[in-house]
């Protein structure tokens, strides 16, 4: 299985770590296309590197490729809003998780979105039950 784990990468960093250990789980799940998005080195300002059309291109050619999106949602990022409304016009089953914060509410175009499957959860504990249930579907 292909997985296209979507994070925040230039709307804000702050959930690196936590990506980083969403991508180790996933791993037991099939092969996970993004794993970049868990670098420690990539900062908000993205890959420095290459250029933008060459992300949008990999990206978009990851999203059809993968089986299955799964999007952590805590952090605000227009990137991951679009490759979410992506994978939806390709009929990508799409799973969100968001980490409920004390002061903060997912976005309602996410939470009222009924395609997206979303999941709550407080911590990384509460992650394998999630992940277990949604890939034996």
């Not at 993205?46 to 952090?75: C, H, P």
Request: zero cysteines; glycine letters at 8%.
């Amino acid at each position: 299985m292909k997985i296209y784990f979507a994070g925040s990468i230039r709307g804000g960093r702050d959930d690196q770590e936590m990506y980083l250990k969403l991508i180790e789980k996933l791993r037991t799940y099939g092969t996970v296309l993004t794993e970049h998005i868990g670098d420690k080195s990539l900062s908000n300002l993205g890959e420095q590197e290459v250029k933008n059309d060459f992300i949008y291109e990999r990206d978009m050619s990851w999203v059809k490729e993968s089986d299955v999106i799964v999007a952590e949602l805590t952090t605000p990022s227009l990137g991951v809003g679009f490759e979410i409304g992506q994978a939806q016009a390709m009929e990508k089953p799409i799973l969100g998780l968001y980490r409920t914060t004390e002061g903060k509410r997912l976005s309602a175009m996410m939470s009222g979105n009924s395609y997206l499957q979303i999941r709550e959860y407080t911590t990384l504990e509460d992650i394998d039950a999630i992940l277990s249930d949604y890939f034996k579907k």
